[in-house]
């Protein structure tokens, strides 16, 4: 800037100087105070494209600490992408794992129901067998096999509780399984 400045002036004063050194019975000399205007205005010319120039510059120092800050605030959002997309993978792998868990308990629900089911058949069997019993000893009075009957009946009453007891835990496990796959789902559709 000062460098134009110093052009402005040159220019100035080359246009000035062969007014000034005109011969006397040509056009008439310029005035002192013409000459002192002319110098005065250019000299606020100066100042004004200086002051023009700073604030450009201040502009342009303000624009790149800005580009500086921009350049920040992307690094540490392309930062945050990366974790959310780790998060996620994360989140698919505990997915598939609470999938795979879900599928062993489902087998394992399975064939508990199936023994249940084979137990509860035997207990039927084993029951009528003990009715068909109780009705030919109604009545009769035959010492140690009315014993052995007893026995017999206490322990087919214990197993009946057990398969009662067993039944409850498989529908127990039904729930949960029912209750997990809905949170997979609700997992899933997020």
């Known amino acids: 800037m000062p460098m134009l400045m110093l052009c402005l002036l040159y220019n100035l ?3 000035a100087w062969p007014t000034m050194a005109a011969p006397m019975g040509g056009p008439e000399p310029a005035q002192h105070e ?3 205007l002319l110098f005065h205005g250019v000299l606020q010319l100066g100042q004004a494209f200086n002051g023009v120039y700073r604030n450009t510059e201040t502009q342009l120092t303000e624009a790149g600490h800005s580009l500086g ?3 920040q605030v992307l690094g540490l959002l392309g930062q945050e992408v990366s974790q959310g997309r780790d998060a996620a993978q994360e989140l698919r792998t505990s997915l598939l ?3 795979v868990e879900e599928d062993v308990l489902k087998q394992q ?3 508990i129901t199936e023994a249940l089911e084979e137990v509860a058949q035997g207990q039927q069997v ?3 067998s003990m009715q068909r019993l109780e009705v030919q000893l109604k009545g009769v009075w035959l010492g140690h096999a009315r014993q052995e009957f007893e026995i017999l009946k206490a322990h087919a009453d214990k197993q009946s509780h057990i398969v009662w007891a067993l039944t409850g835990h498989v529908q127990r496990q039904r729930q949960e ?4 796959q809905h949170r ?3 997992i899933q559709e997020r």
């Open 13 to 15: 004063a080359t246009v």
């Open 34 to 36: 013409e000459l002192t």
């Open 69 to 71: 800050r921009y350049d």
């Open 97 to 99: 794992e609470m999938q």
């Open 109 to 111: 629900a399975e064939a």
């Open 126 to 128: 084993l029951l009528e």
């Open 177 to 180: 399984m029912v209750a997990q």
């Open 184 to 186: 997979l789902q609700q």
